[in-house]
């Protein structure tokens, strides 16, 4: 093509236009990168992203958040800080965060009680709580106590050699115990040598089974705090007795299945003790709170027993854990090779765990109680003042009474699942937590499990690793060497 002064023109205006053009998308790419941001979370378990549950209990908010940041001017730890809020501002706009130099303010600080640089407080209708770990679950759980309107405490049956709260051994319940606390319960051991009687605003009772003989006094102060319309979780350990609990056994129907459960299916898992029950999609009861969302999860279950509840009238039994349908109830020795005897050994499925529900928690006619337990007369006019409420209420009010007038009792046919040495196993803390928020009747407050980055760690066989280093250090180089001197060899020939 012959060049003309006119093409040249014409070529040159061309490279004009488009070097202006191009200039104006840089420009306008760099005016939208600074009004709209995209972010991807591309992590193999989303672990820069708010997690459903966190998202599903900032819904229970109704008012403005406001967190305070107490971090020096280290640039890297307020945006981490700053990172991590704007997951949860996503989900409500109305969170505000805010920056305070402790450095500066000594008098804030020694004021709202604040330890170490970084420390976050959140604050929201007139509660408070302090975070010190700047994670998703540190902050979560104090969103999850602070949205608590009322005091939760659960008391722990003591002083007959049950599993304790503040034990350390591997068949205690400390680490739970932990985990309660951070999710803003308040615990209290129950020993009557040093009580006389069950705190009156106690809202979950756990009886861990008891080693030794409970008293007669013991047995009739329990009776009647669920005849008064008490919670309870029970945790049974096969193979121990009830130890003056048959009575309490008996107001449920409660039957414990003789034996242990054996579990031939948990060794296809990599558990090797039969003893060991395994808990999967089929044996969770995905239409109650508590086991909802466990499709996912495995759970662990030592040492486990069977069973049977046959509850009187105005009672509803619920089975919440069920055991693979090949698995048997051992009644025989467990030593040695363990195998299915048909004429003494119960076959399965097993139930493992059940939910009771009572709606009519009215006394008998004519019997009260005043909060020690003392016999008292009916309160005639405290009566007629609620039944004329009921009449004046609205129906949602109607329906918030009635909600609070279910009594709920959780009973598992195994303690060590809660233990120390077995509680991070599979979805077991999950569980444990589930069943305290649904016995204190907090439904919507969940546990927000610790996301764990599982793609981190890479882990190679000693012949990979090997050979990426033989590659990385001598086999890339020497090629790349050679490109090199094969094309520089060409050249020179041409």
């Keep these: 093509m012959q060049v003309t002064k006119k093409t040249h023109l014409q070529a040159s205006l061309q490279n004009s236009i488009f070097t202006i053009l191009l200039f104006v998308v840089v420009g306008l790419v760099a005016w939208l990168s600074n009004q709209y941001e995209i972010k991807a979370d591309w992590t193999l378990n989303n672990?820069?992203?708010?997690?459903?549950?966190?998202?599903?209990?900032?819904?229970?908010?109704?008012?403005?958040?406001?967190?305070?940041?107490?971090?020096?001017?280290?640039?890297?730890?307020?945006?981490?800080?700053?990172?991590?809020?704007?997951?949860?501002?996503?989900?409500?706009?109305?969170?505000?965060?805010?920056?305070?130099?402790?450095?500066?303010?000594?008098?804030?600080?020694?004021?709202?009680?604040?330890?170490?640089?970084?420390?976050?407080?959140?604050?929201?209708?007139?509660?408070?709580?302090?975070?010190?770990?700047?994670?998703?679950?540190?902050?979560?759980?104090?969103?999850?106590?602070?949205?608590?309107?009322?005091?939760?405490?659960?008391?722990?049956?003591?002083?007959?050699?049950?599993?304790?709260?503040?034990?350390?051994?591997?068949?205690?319940?400390?680490?739970?115990?932990?985990?309660?606390?951070?999710?803003?319960?308040?615990?209290?051991?129950?020993?009557?040598?040093?009580?006389?009687?069950?705190?009156?605003?106690?809202?979950?009772?756990?009886?861990?089974?008891?080693?030794?003989?409970?008293?007669?006094?013991?047995?009739?102060?329990?009776?009647?705090?669920?005849?008064?319309?008490?919670?309870?979780?029970?945790?049974?350990?096969?193979?121990?007795?009830?130890?003056?609990?048959?009575?309490?056994?008996?107001?449920?129907?409660?039957?414990?299945?003789?034996?242990?459960?054996?579990?031939?299916?948990?060794?296809?898992?990599?558990?090797?003790?039969p003893a060991i029950v395994s808990v999967t999609t089929t044996g969770y009861n995905v239409d109650h709170p508590i086991t909802t969302g466990f499709e996912e999860y495995l759970t662990l279950f030592p040492q486990a027993s069977g069973l049977i509840v046959e509850p009187p009238e105005n009672w509803i039994e619920i089975p919440l854990l069920t055991s693979h349908p090949q698995a048997w109830s051992e009644t025989g020795d467990m030593e040695g090779t363990v195998e299915y005897e048909p004429e003494t050994d119960i076959i399965g499925p097993l139930n493992i765990a059940f939910a009771l529900i009572h709606e009519d928690l009215g006394h008998d006619e004519g019997h009260y109680e005043d909060e020690h337990g003392h016999e008292i007369e009916e309160p005639e006019i405290e009566i007629a003042e609620v039944e004329e409420i009921d009449t004046e209420t609205e129906n949602v009010e109607e329906a918030e009474i009635e909600s609070t007038q279910e009594q709920r009792i959780v009973i598992v046919g195994d303690g060590d699942f809660l233990s120390n040495a077995f509680l991070q196993y599979g979805g077991n803390v999950d569980l444990g937590i589930k069943m305290m928020n649904w016995l204190s009747e907090d439904d919507v407050f969940v546990n927000i499990p610790i996301k764990t980055a599982v793609d981190l760690s890479l882990d190679l066989s000693p012949k990979t690793a090997i050979f990426l280093g033989a590659f990385f250090l001598f086999i890339l180089p020497i090629t790349l060497i050679s490109i090199g001197i094969i094309v520089w060899l060409k050249r020179r020939k041409a």
């Design 47 to 273: 672990r820069h992203s708010l997690s459903e549950t966190s998202q599903k209990l900032l819904t229970t908010f109704v008012g403005p958040i406001t967190i305070t940041a107490y971090a020096g001017n280290d640039n890297n730890l307020r945006r981490a800080i700053k990172d991590l809020i704007e997951r949860y501002q996503q989900y409500k706009s109305d969170i505000s965060l805010r920056f305070v130099d402790p450095f500066a303010a000594p008098g804030e600080v020694r004021e709202r009680g604040i330890k170490i640089n970084g420390e976050l407080i959140i604050d929201y209708q007139e509660r408070s709580e302090h975070v010190q770990d700047i994670t998703e679950q540190s902050i979560t759980s104090a969103l999850q106590r602070v949205a608590r309107t009322e005091e939760r405490l659960v008391v722990f049956l003591e002083g007959h050699g049950e599993r304790t709260v503040n034990g350390i051994a591997d068949h205690d319940l400390s680490q739970w115990a932990s985990l309660l606390k951070t999710a803003g319960f308040k615990l209290q051991p129950l020993n009557f040598g040093q009580m006389t009687a069950i705190p009156a605003n106690a809202n979950v009772l756990v009886i861990p089974n008891p080693r030794r003989q409970l008293l007669p006094t013991e047995i009739n102060l329990i009776t009647d705090y669920i005849d008064n319309g008490g919670n309870l979780l029970w945790l049974i350990d096969p193979t121990v007795p009830l130890h003056g609990l048959e009575n309490l056994a008996d107001k449920f129907g409660l039957k414990v299945q003789p034996g242990m459960i054996v579990d031939p299916v948990s060794r296809f898992l990599g558990v090797n003790n």
